[in-house]
Each structure stands twice: as structure tokens, then as C-alpha cells.
């Protein structure tokens, strides 16, 4: 595999005649047919005054056409998908944001994006899907000179995301097809994929792991991405069957939504074996990893990923290398170290912030030197997460360091507790929190799922958590929920959660 330093590069390197993107119940897209694709759209984009760092936002369901639209606009555009869910001032906010030359969304679906872009005079391209999977053409647009057409080059930039602001406003991250193909290339070799591999992807596709893990991966491996409407775990077991994919990769919620329904599918367990499952965005707890890992017969490689580094930072390796359970794994990619507040790297063992450089790490943030400053020291970007390196360099978070509970003088990693509750045998899922408290600042609570037919009361987990953790860790409150609230891109939401359910201290 040599490393491309642009999509149209990586593209360059599928053999002609294998499959790149599927579909259920559609013909596959090849390699030849999707870099013609890519060399038509860039066209038909340059025709209509669109070229190479000019914005095209896109809002089309989660499917093949999607990932496609991603890498062929890509090629000669800078993409800027959004969730198609958002709502009327939502797109507003981001068409304006982004300063976008153009949208694109589907012929004859609707959406409020529509009409958002008709009054800020953002030109409306529709997506005309063809017979195979991921195969489109572009209509609409005013005729127009690009003033830089052609193909996109290395320090072009490919892809445009905002991140998920919990308070502060949302910021724009812009990725280079440096930093998008060098992540692409780490997650093909850590992964060791191959022509022969084939990635089911449930993720949804204005998120930077189903694009980056997921499409961009498979195809700089050679392999195909095999693109479903999105996640749904009534479906999972049946796309598998009949796809027979080699991988999938999902967030923890999605993992266990799958094995809730493992038990009743057994039979296509054994006969559509996975060779590996991945788990990135947000941590796995150590039981999910291990139940997993049992029901399919694979390994479970846990990744720890974020937009600004175009996705993944830190790996668990495939056997015979070991995946450890709770931990995030080896520098898989860029350089990994921890800092301290003064900005020292620190020795293996020592807690402190995690800290990135490399290829795929962007540049810094758009238009927001505040925000970069905080951000980078000395070269480093510093995560806002915080951890250690094990005695063997592997990467253990203990948590986000804004998402750390503060009780009086002690601090919490919800990390930790939410390990314990979940190994408790009712229990499905866990999520720990904060409580704004008047004296000691922040409360411990604790949301929780429990295991289908199981039955627990809050005095009996408190009680189990009292004899793995300090008194102070322990939740002082613990709500039973039929589902835990989670943000657009299947992430358990810690911030704010106390105020969502109504929990004062």
C-alpha cells in the first residue's frame, strides 16, 4: 500500500475491475466505475463555477450515493456533509457558517435545507442516483467558470466538519486530503486491510468515523464499503447474512444494541464470521468489548478517534497482538504523548493531557485564533482528554477533561464508574454524570439501562459500586432509564444529562 496524498491518488491505486462501494439489493460501484465518477462530478462542479476550496454542503440520507458524493466532490471540492435531521435554523446556522458555494440533497427527497438555501441564495444541486450502488449524477446550477478547476491537490482542503460544541458555539475543523488519506492509510494498516475486505457501515455518514474508518479506509485498502441507510439493529443480523461483510465498525451504543438481539441470530453468527469488529468515538466498556468478543468469535479492536485528527489517534493492535479491555490502544498513526498544564511532556505512568502531532492532525481550527491557541502547544494538539500509557504504551483515558466530576476537593473519572456498573450482572448499560451540588460543587449520579428480563434497585448498585470504588466515586443518585439520551451521531451525552432529566442536587 503506498501512501496517496489525495483521494483521486488513493482511488488511483483499486484495481479496476473490484468492487469499491455496495449496496444491499444494488449492483456494486467498482473502482474504474467510481474514479469515473470522480473525474465527471469534478466536471460537472467545475461547469457550474465550483472548483477546488470552494464549499459544497451535503445533505443526502445515509447511503451509497453518500459516500460516493463525499469522495467525488472531494476530488475537486472541499465537502461539508451535514445531518440531514437538522432542523430549518440548524441549516441556517451551518450553510451560513461555512460560507457554502452550493447544496447538494436528492431529487424528490425534501428537506428544510431546501428552503434555507433558496433564501441565502446558496444554489440547490440535486443528486440523481444511478442503477448501481453509489453511482449519481449532478443537475442544476448556474453555468460558470471555477477559479481553480481540476483535480484537488495534496494541501487542498477535502472535508469540512464542525465539532460538537456542548456549549461554546461549534467550531470548523478543515482537513487537508493529506490529513484525510494519511488517517485513511493508518486505519488501513492497523486494520490490515485488503482487496479482499469489506466494511459494514452503520455509521452515519456527516460523521468522521463512517467516512473516514469506514469508506475512505476500505478504499485505501482496496477493499469495498458496503453501505446500508444507516444503523438499525432489526436489520444488522440480516445485512450481514446477506453481505457477508469481513468487518463493521460502530460506537459502543450501536455494539450493544447488537448484541441485545445476538442471542436470536446465532445461526447467522456462525455462518457470515466477522475476521475483526471495531469500536471507536466513544469508550467500550470492558464487558461489552469481552461479550462481543465472545458472540462472534472475533476480536474487538477499540480505537480512540476525533475529528480534529481526522479520526483515529490510538489503536488496539489485531492478534497475536493484545487487545486490552477499557484501554484505547497503541499510537496508531500520529504521535502520541502526554502533557501537563505548563506544557512538559511527561514520563510513561504519569496522568496527564493527551497530546497529538502528525500527518493527519489538522492545521488548527478556521477564523478562530482563540481557539487555536488553547489548542496546540509547542506543535502538539492538545485532545481535552486525559490519560496514561501502561507499562506496554498502550493509552488508558480516564476521561474528558471538562466531562471530569469535581466533588469538593476530589475528582471523578465517569470513565471509571461507568466500568463498574457495567460489570454488574443486570446491567446493560451505564452512563455517569454530574449533579450540580451547592456544597460540594458537582454530585456523582448515574444513568442505567438494564439487561432485558433483569431486574436492581439503586440501594443494590450503590451498594455493589460501594466495593470497587472510593466512597467519594460512588453515585449518590442512580436513575433507571429504558434508553439513555444520545446525540445525533449515536454518542452518549454525559454533559448537561442531569439538567435533560430533571436532576437537581
Not at 349 to 366: F, H
Request: glycine residues 10%; contains cysteine.
Amino acid at each position: 500500500m503506498t501512501a496517496a496524498s489525495t483521494i483521486a491518488a488513493l482511488l488511483a491505486a483499486g484495481e479496476a475491475g473490484r468492487p469499491a462501494i455496495r449496496a444491499p439489493e444494488r449492483p456494486s460501484l467498482t473502482y474504474a466505475g467510481l474514479r469515473a465518477l470522480a473525474e465527471r462530478t469534478v466536471g460537472a462542479l467545475n461547469a457550474i463555477g465550483i472548483g477546488r476550496g470552494d464549499r459544497v454542503a451535503i445533505v443526502l440520507p445515509n447511503g451509497p450515493e453518500m459516500a460516493a458524493s463525499f469522495v467525488a466532490i472531494a476530488c475537486g471540492a472541499t465537502t461539508a456533509p451535514l445531518n440531514p435531521a437538522y432542523k430549518d435554523e440548524e441549516f441556517e446556522f451551518y450553510l451560513t457558517d461555512l460560507k457554502a458555494k452550493a447544496l447538494v440533497v436528492q431529487q424528490g427527497v425534501d428537506s428544510p435545507a431546501r428552503a434555507v438555501a433558496a433564501r441565502l441564495g446558496v444554489p440547490v444541486v440535486e443528486l440523481l442516483p444511478g442503477e448501481k450502488a453509489g453511482e449519481f449524477a449532478l443537475v442544476g446550477g448556474t453555468p460558470g467558470a471555477a477559479a481553480r478547476p481540476g483535480m484537488a491537490e495534496a494541501e487542498d482542503v477535502a472535508l469540512v466538519l464542525h465539532t460538537s460544541g456542548t456549549t461554546a458555539r461549534p467550531k470548523i475543523v478543515p482537513l487537508t486530503h493529506t490529513n484525510v488519506t494519511a488517517s485513511a492509510g493508518n486505519i488501513a494498516r492497523t486494520l490490515r486491510l485488503t482487496p479482499e475486505d469489506a466494511c459494514l457501515n452503520v455509521m452515519p455518514l456527516f460523521h468522521i468515523h463512517g467516512l473516514i474508518a469506514a469508506t475512505l479506509a476500505s478504499l485505501a485498502g482496496g477493499g469495498a464499503v458496503i453501505c446500508t441507510p444507516g444503523f438499525n439493529a432489526l436489520k444488522f443480523y440480516g445485512w450481514l447474512d446477506a453481505e457477508r461483510p469481513s468487518w463493521y465498525t460502530a460506537v459502543p451504543t450501536m455494539h450493544q444494541a447488537i448484541l441485545q438481539r445476538a442471542e436470536r441470530n446465532k445461526e447467522i453468527i456462525g455462518r457470515a464470521p466477522l475476521r475483526f469488529i471495531r469500536s471507536s468515538s466513544a469508550s467500550l466498556p470492558a464487558q461489552a468489548m469481552k461479550d462481543l468478543a465472545a458472540v462472534f468469535g472475533a476480536p474487538v479492536i477499540e480505537s480512540y478517534g476525533m475529528t480534529e485528527a481526522s479520526h483515529q489517534m490510538c489503536s488496539n493492535p489485531l492478534p497475536p497482538g493484545a487487545q486490552k479491555p477499557g484501554i484505547v490502544g497503541l499510537p496508531a498513526g500520529p504521535e502520541v504523548a502526554i502533557m501537563d498544564e505548563a506544557g512538559n511532556i511527561l514520563p510513561k505512568g504519569s496522568i496527564g493531557e493527551v497530546v497529538i502531532r502528525g500527518p493527519n492532525v489538522t492545521k488548527g481550527y478556521e477564523a478562530n485564533p482563540e481557539a487555536n491557541a488553547k489548542a496546540f502547544t509547542n506543535g502538539w494538539f492538545r485532545t481535552g482528554d486525559q490519560g496514561m500509557f501502561d507499562e506496554d504504551g498502550y493509552l488508558m483515558l480516564t476521561g474528558r477533561l471538562k466531562e471530569l466530576i469535581k466533588r469538593g476537593g476530589e475528582q471523578v473519572s465517569p470513565l471509571e464508574v461507568d466500568g463498574v456498573l457495567s460489570e454488574h450482572p443486570a446491567v446493560a448499560q451505564a452512563l455517569t454524570f454530574s449533579i450540580p451540588h451547592p456544597m460540594l460543587g458537582e454530585e456523582v449520579g448515574a444513568a442505567v439501562v438494564l439487561r432485558e428480563g433483569m431486574t436492581c434497585t439503586e440501594r443494590e448498585l450503590r451498594d455493589y459500586a460501594a466495593k470497587h470504588l472510593a466512597d467519594f466515586k460512588v453515585p449518590r443518585k442512580v436513575v433507571f432509564l429504558p434508553e439513555i439520551p444520545k446525540g445525533a451521531t449515536g454518542k452518549l451525552q454525559r454533559i448537561g444529562l442531569a439538567e435533560k432529566l430533571g436532576i437537581t442536587a
